[in-house]
C-alpha cells in the first residue's frame, strides 16, 4: 500500500533531479562550445550501455530523456540485447557514462512504475556480434 | 507586477536567443555529425522553450499557458525524436563519428567490417 504513497513522491522528485541535470548539461555544453579551439575538452565516446527497461513506453522514454539531456545521445537501440548505444560528449571512461545513464534510467523507473520490480540489468558484457543471418547493409540493428 | 513579469520575459526571451546562438555557433565548431545532433538538438529545443515561456510571461492568460505548454512538450519530443533519428540514419550511411571519439562500440556491431575480416569474430 505505501507504494500508492510514494509514487507521486517518486514522480515529482524524478522532475526536480531531471531539470537540475538538464540544466548543469546546458550549462555544461554551453561553456565547452564557447571555449577556444586549443583549449576544448571534448572526449566523445559511443558507448554501449545496458539497459534496465521492458516496455515500449519506457524504451522511448528513457532514450529521449537522454537525447534530451544535452552532451549525450542515443544513436539506437538493441531491445533484444537490452543495450542502449549512447554517444556522450565528455566520457572519462565507460563506466563513468554507464553509471550516469543508469542512475538516470534507475530514477525514471522508479517513478514510472508503481512497483520499482526488476531493476536488473541481465546484458553485463554487451553482446556486439551481428546476427549470422544474411542481409545487406552495415551496422542494421 | 505586470512590469516584473515584463522584465522577467523578455530575460527568458533574451537567454532562449543566446542558447539558440551558442547552438549555431556549436554547428560550425564541432567535427561531427553526432557531436553536432547532441549539442545542437538540444540546446535548440531549450532555446525555443525559453522564448516560448518568455512570450507567455509578458502577455499572461489561461489559454496561453495551455498553449504554451504544449508547445514546449511537442517541442522538446520533436528535437529529441528528431536528434536520434539525424544520428541513426547518419551512423547507417557511414558518416564515421570523428577520430576524437575515442571508444565506439557500436562499430562492433557493423556487419560490412565482419565481412571483410576488420573485426575478428
Known amino acids: 500500500m505505501s507504494s500508492w504513497l510514494s509514487w507521486p513522491v517518486r514522480i515529482v522528485s524524478f522532475l526536480f533531479w531531471y531539470a537540475k541535470e538538464f540544466i548543469m548539461a546546458n550549462v555544461h555544453v554551453t561553456l565547452d562550445v564557447l571555449r577556444p579551439a586549443s583549449r576544448m575538452k571534448m572526449t566523445p565516446a559511443i558507448i554501449a550501455v545496458p539497459a534496465a527497461s521492458r516496455s515500449d513506453s519506457e524504451w522511448t522514454l528513457i ?52 512497483e520499482p520490480g526488476d531493476l536488473s540489468r541481465p546484458v553485463m558484457a554487451p553482446i556486439v556480434a551481428p546476427e549470422g543471418e544474411s542481409g545487406g547493409g552495415g551496422g542494421r540493428r | 507586477m505586470n512590469d516584473v513579469s515584463m522584465i522577467i520575459g523578455v530575460g527568458a526571451i533574451f537567454l532562449g536567443i ?78 564515421l563519428p570523428a577520430d576524437i571519439t575515442w571508444i565506439d562500440d557500436l562499430r562492433l556491431t557493423r556487419r560490412d567490417l565482419h565481412d571483410q575480416g576488420e573485426i575478428p569474430r
Open chain 1, 63 to 114: 532514450s529521449s530523456l537522454i537525447t534530451l539531456t544535452p552532451g549525450t545521445l542515443t544513436i539506437t537501440i538493441s531491445r533484444k540485447h537490452g543495450i542502449l548505444y549512447v554517444h556522450g560528449m565528455f566520457v572519462e571512461g565507460r563506466e563513468e557514462l554507464v553509471a550516469e545513464i543508469q542512475e538516470m534510467e534507475d530514477r525514471l523507473l522508479r517513478a514510472m512504475r508503481r
Open chain 2, 18 to 95: 543566446f542558447i539558440l546562438l551558442v547552438s549555431a555557433v556549436g554547428l560550425f565548431r564541432f567535427p561531427d555529425l553526432y557531436l553536432r545532433a547532441s549539442a545542437v538538438g538540444t540546446s535548440a529545443g531549450l532555446g525555443v522553450a525559453c522564448i516560448v515561456v518568455g512570450a507567455l510571461l509578458i502577455d499572461f492568460s489561461w489559454m496561453n499557458l495551455i498553449k504554451a505548454l504544449i508547445a514546449v512538450l511537442a517541442q522538446m519530443l520533436a528535437s529529441a525524436v528528431g536528434s536520434m533519428a539525424i544520428a541513426r540514419s547518419g551512423y547507417q550511411n557511414n558518416s
